[in-house]
Structures are given as C-alpha cells and as structure tokens.
Nanobody, 124 residues
C-alpha cells in the first residue's frame, strides 16, 4: 500500500518548537519533490514549504520564512519540517505531500500523494 504517514505533531506553547516527519511506504520519494501544507481551523488548505527531489531547492510561504526548515533524507524515504518560534497562528493540521515531478510547487494540484495529517496546536 502506497502511503505517507506524518508524525511529530502535538501541543506546544508559543515560542516553542516541533519537528514533523513524513515517512513513505510503497513509493520511493527520491525522484519527487515533497511539500508540506496546512489547514488552519475553518480555513482552506495552504502551502507551507516544498523541497526539490535532491534537496537543492527549497521554497517557503512568507508567514513561515526564517522559522520553518524543510529537509529530506532520501535514504530513509522521509521528509521533515522543523518548526521554530511557533505562533498561535501556526495552529493547523499539517499534511505532507509527494509531488508529481522533481521540482517544487506551491499548488496542491502538483502533488499526487497525501498523508492523513497531524495536528499542531500552539497556545499563546
């Protein structure tokens, strides 16, 4: 079964940090761009960060620049999202996604495999 499984979410106070992981099974991620998206309560899903197949290109949404870092370990078939200096507005369900191609994209349509999501709650 091909799937992505996120982990590492939880509850944290503002200013704290979390590290999300996304592990793949049934599909090799080394030839795919990977992305992280989030869906805040009552809002639509939005782009957070993306990384090219070899880690050479990374893109971030403006609200998380300088605070979040996306990385990948192709040998482990895993992608990470390090989140520092968390704010209450970062509260959301976070999803990882595998891209259709090698390079980064910010639109959800460019991704063809999604995880089930992990909840991140930041209290102020």
């Amino acid at each position: 079964q091909v799937q992505l499984v996120e982990s590492g979410g939880g509850a944290v106070q503002a200013g704290g940090s979390l590290r999300l992981s996304c592990a793949a099974s049934g599909r090799t991620l080394s030839s795919s761009a990977m992305g992280w998206f989030r869906q805040p309560p009552g809002k639509e899903r939005e782009f957070v960060a993306a990384i090219a197949w070899n880690g050479g290109i990374k893109n971030y949404a403006d609200p998380v620049k300088g605070r979040f870092t996306i990385s990948r370990d192709n040998a482990k078939n895993t992608v990470y999202l390090q989140m520092n200096s968390l704010k209450s507005e970062d509260t959301a369900v976070y999803f990882c996604a595998a891209g259709r191609g090698y390079y980064t994209a910010q639109n959800a349509e460019s991704y063809d495999l999604w995880g089930q999501g992990t909840q991140v709650t930041v209290s102020s």
